[in-house]
């Protein structure tokens, strides 16, 4: 599949149905579980259904969604980074993770910033924002690394743990 973004060491791509092995172990890694929540994805099986129920619909929808991240010279899949149109919030939120063994690497501030570009050049989005549980200090670094600043509990229905981050003003 043709990438949609492509950076200096990484390419994002739209995820497809043979992406599931990969997803299984993304969705099962401990940061997933701890800070985005367990998907019960029990088998590459609910890993497929996941990436066509969620993922490929999205794009279906809205023309963008979570990419497939990979190290762009060995197409190695280590994360998934992008654009997401949750129905509870009122902008778009960027969304990131990656396995553990590729933290520590820049790959989420390089895939990050790309679709903050990505999402306000190519598609003409206003603003952007994200959301974190409290405890995710990585994800606080990398928000705060690019640009965006805590504004206070997200407001999510059942979900009051969450916080909300938006651009700095310019």
């Not at 949609?4 to 299984?24: K, S």
Request: aromatic share 10%.
């Amino acid at each position: 599949m043709k990438p949609i973004i492509i950076t200096e060491r990484l390419q994002l791509r739209e995820m497809e149905a043979e992406d599931a092995p990969f997803m299984y172990q993304l969705f099962n890694s401990p940061g997933w579980i701890q800070f985005i929540g367990d998907r019960n994805i029990q088998t590459i099986a609910d890993a497929k259904d996941h990436i066509l129920d969620r993922y490929i619909s999205m794009y279906d929808r809205f023309g963008f969604g979570l990419w497939l991240v990979e190290l762009k010279n060995e197409q190695t899949p280590i994360g998934t980074c992008g654009l997401i149109k949750r129905p509870n919030l009122d902008h778009i939120d960027l969304g990131f993770a990656f396995l553990p063994q590729f933290h520590g690497h820049g790959y989420a501030f390089e895939a990050a910033s790309a679709c903050l570009k990505y999402g306000n050049e190519e598609l003409k989005v206003e603003k952007i924002i994200a959301i974190t549980i409290p405890d995710n200090q990585r994800s606080i670094n990398l928000l705060h690394k690019l640009g965006m600043q805590n504004v206070g509990p997200a407001g999510l229905p059942d979900d009051e743990v969450c916080i909300l981050f938006e651009p700095r003003d310019r």
